[in-house]
């Protein structure tokens, strides 16, 4: 593998569930020598998808990193799922990528998630090129889709390739770049490919989507537009420079097409991903925080493999033989297996044993990985998603990768009492894997209780608790995680003392809490005159507040929308101590959260229902029946899409209340959006 980050590449596949990203991703590792023979999803077996659910469901669920090379580059793609549930896992890896590729179903173009998974790559400026799949379906239109992406994200996308045909016609592409046909062989799963002149009746449309290239690309480069104006020749060479600067720059979203269940256009896809998407070298250093014994100062870290050690853990896994393994990406320098290293956060050492170079559910052994590069740890212990590995030469501490929270609950119990230490241990290995599933004991009932982003994301979870980790527990119905939070100010001076083994512990705290904006989560400050007191106190005071947020007012529901601000500590060195100031805390935190008007907040939905326009009144009533909100409607080609919001309390068996509506046409996806305060309390 070439060394060299020029030579590199760390792409993502994204898009909407079922517009062909793990299709896509396995033509990509046929044809570039990394597996011998083609796997279909629909057969159950894709290459990427390599857990028994995602062969059983069709879908892709973990987020599979592999290594492949292509023209002496290597490249490292990670694929991502496209149902809405499995949001985390596309968010985490979108952090650590340099570029991506947009897959569109060439029918349905811009489809829900694929609006979901486009802003959060905006919001990681990731460079995108797009590839239109599915050409050769029933009502695919290239220009359709490509135009759908610039009308809802206002991307300016510029088509290098036109079809020759479309839908049953379709046949195969225009390069615009050589200005040739290219058709695929079936005999031979489309591994080679025939190049002939443009067709006579094809040529002018050809020039004509040839010079709207052009111009597209000089209007957004100074140095081409001044040699378009003087009508002096652009080579090929200068326009595929600055098509590629304004891809990295994200001054336009180059566009491409093919069928890749059928072998079409994959070529020049992987072609299109070393030309036009970024090498690690290409994008800006990574924005750290540099934490000194006070301070914090924001840094920048250059991403040379000379520099010191510095990674982000950005997944999680589980494997049966080598326990948790992290999938890390290098920033900078080099890390050698068998050193020791810094978690930053955690501010622990931990030993990687071994560093391996994935292939799905194949793994090589390498001795190192450098910057820029992607790669598994194994053996470190308290490594979880999100934490930044390096040195004590370089604590800086990258920004933690931040996941929605839960919204959908289940009660679950060992079936015996020998299976519950292996239900405890499970949760804990997996709620390491996946930061937005969590498990609890419920303080009244003291049920156990996990909670997951969606009805689909918790029977994944269980059904891989039983099957992959041999648990034996029964499952309650799906309920709503509710939150708590206040509605007014309220401010409590709170003092706490108890005579343990003979000594005096005391504390007190002035503690005021207030409601913060909507969506802007817990926050948590200290104001009081902290000089003269210790470290730990302040810290035990911090816990004690945390873990009462976290145990809720009223109702034992976590809190939400929650400031909280401790003004004022009373400190006595002689009977001040940590275990007295964080029982203060937690008794200063349930008097004045009860003082400020506690309310109960429950999650609201997203939904988007697409369905045959004949049946758009019947989908529109079955929303609002349920106390949903119609935001708004899109037109497409296979039907109608109505987005709406509702609440999650209301949504449970709308799937099948949709159906019987619709005669079985309609489908929905569905995403958190907010918590809003629940009408009427909780028995409503």
């Known amino acids: 593998m070439p060394q060299s980050l020029e030579k590199m590449r760390n792409i993502g596949i994204m898009a909407h569930i079922d517009a062909g990203k793990t299709t896509t991703t396995e033509r990509i590792l046929y044809y570039s020598g990394k597996i011998h023979k083609i796997g279909e999803i629909d057969d159950g077996a894709a290459t990427m998808d390599f857990m028994k659910q995602e062969q059983e469901r069709g879908i892709t669920i973990a987020s599979a990193a592999i290594t492949t090379s292509w023209k002496g580059f290597q490249i490292n793609i990670i694929d991502t799922p496209g149902h809405v549930d499995f949001t985390a896992e596309v968010e985490r890896s979108l952090r650590v990528l340099d570029g991506a590729v947009a897959v569109l179903c060439a029918v349905d173009g811009v489809q829900p998630q ?25 009502g695919a239109d290239f220009f359709y889709s490509i135009n759908d992406v610039r009308e809802k994200f206002g991307a300016n996308t510029i088509a290098l390739q036109i079809p020759i045909g479309q839908g049953e016609d379709f046949e195969g592409l225009i390069d615009l770049m050589t200005m040739k046909e290219l058709r695929w062989n079936p005999e031979d799963d489309g591994e080679t490919w025939t190049e002939s002149e443009i067709s006579a009746d094809r040529i002018d449309e050809a020039k004509k989507w040839r010079e709207k290239l052009i111009d597209d690309v000089a209007s957004g480069d100074d140095d081409l537009a001044e040699l378009y104006l003087d009508g002096q020749e652009i080579t090929n060479e200068q326009l595929k420079a600055a098509i590629r600067k304004g891809t990295i720059n994200r001054t336009f979203v180059p566009c491409f097409l093919g069928s890749a269940r059928r072998n079409q256009g994959v070529q020049p896809l992987i072609d299109a991903v070393i030309d036009y998407l970024p090498s690690p070298e290409d994008v800006p250093p990574v924005q750290g925080i540099r934490v000194k014994k006070d301070t914090e100062e924001k840094v920048e870290v250059p991403c040379k493999a000379t520099g010191m050690p510095l990674g982000l853990v950005f997944k999680i896994q589980y494997d049966k033989e080598m326990g948790a393994i992290a999938f890390v990406r290098v920033y900078s320098g080099k890390f050698t297996a068998g050193s020791q290293i810094l978690n930053v956060g955690k501010k622990k050492r931990e030993r990687i044993n071994r560093i391996l170079r994935v292939n799905a559910k194949n793994m090589e052994q390498t001795d190192s990985v450098s910057a820029g590069d992607i790669a598994v740890f194994v053996g470190l212990k308290l490594a979880q998603t999100g934490d930044t ?140 005159k902290v000089s003269e007191i210790p470290e730990e106190i302040l810290a035990a005071v911090e816990s004690g507040i945390k873990n009462s947020l976290d145990s809720g007012i009223q109702y034992g529901y976590p809190c939400t929308d929650t400031k909280v601000t401790v003004t004022n500590i009373d400190y006595n060195e002689l009977t001040g101590t940590t275990f007295a100031f964080e029982a203060c805390a937690a008794q200063a935190f349930d008097e004045v959260a009860n003082k400020a008007s506690p309310i109960i907040l429950e999650p609201v939905m997203n939904v988007d229902i697409s369905c045959p326009k004949e049946f758009v009144g019947d989908a529109m009533s079955q929303i609002t029946q349920r106390g949903g909100m119609i935001s708004g409607e899109d037109s497409k080609a296979s039907g109608e899409i109505i987005h709406a919001s509702a609440p999650m309390a209301k949504m449970f068996g709308f799937s099948t209340n949709l159906r019987s509506a619709t005669q079985g046409r309609a489908s929905f996806s569905m995403e958190f959006s907010h918590f809003q305060k629940k009408q009427g309390g909780l028995g409503a």
């Open 114 to 138: 694929t609006e979901t998974v486009w802003k959060q790559a905006d919001e990681f400026n990731v460079p995108r090129i797009i590839f239109v799949n599915k050409m050769d379906r029933i």
């Open 389 to 528: 590995l390096g040195t004590e030469g370089l604590p800086v501490l990258l920004e933690s990768v931040r996941f929605p929270e839960p919204v959908i609950s289940i009660a679950i119990e060992p079936e015996t009492l020998s299976d519950k230490d292996k239900l405890t241990e499970t949760l804990a290995i997996m709620s390491r894997e996946d930061p937005t599933f969590t498990s609890h004991e419920d303080a009244e009932t003291g049920q156990l209780i996990i909670s997951g982003m969606g009805e689909l994301h918790l029977d994944v979870l269980v059904t891989r608790m039983k099957d992959d980790f041999g648990v034996k527990a029964n499952v309650g119905a799906p309920q709503v995680t509710y939150r708590e939070s206040v509605s007014a100010a309220a401010e409590t001076t709170s003092s706490w003392s108890k005579v343990l083994a003979g000594k005096e512990n005391a504390a007190g705290l002035t503690v005021k809490i207030e409601p913060a904006e909507q969506g802007a989560g817990n926050s948590y400050a200290c104001t009081a």
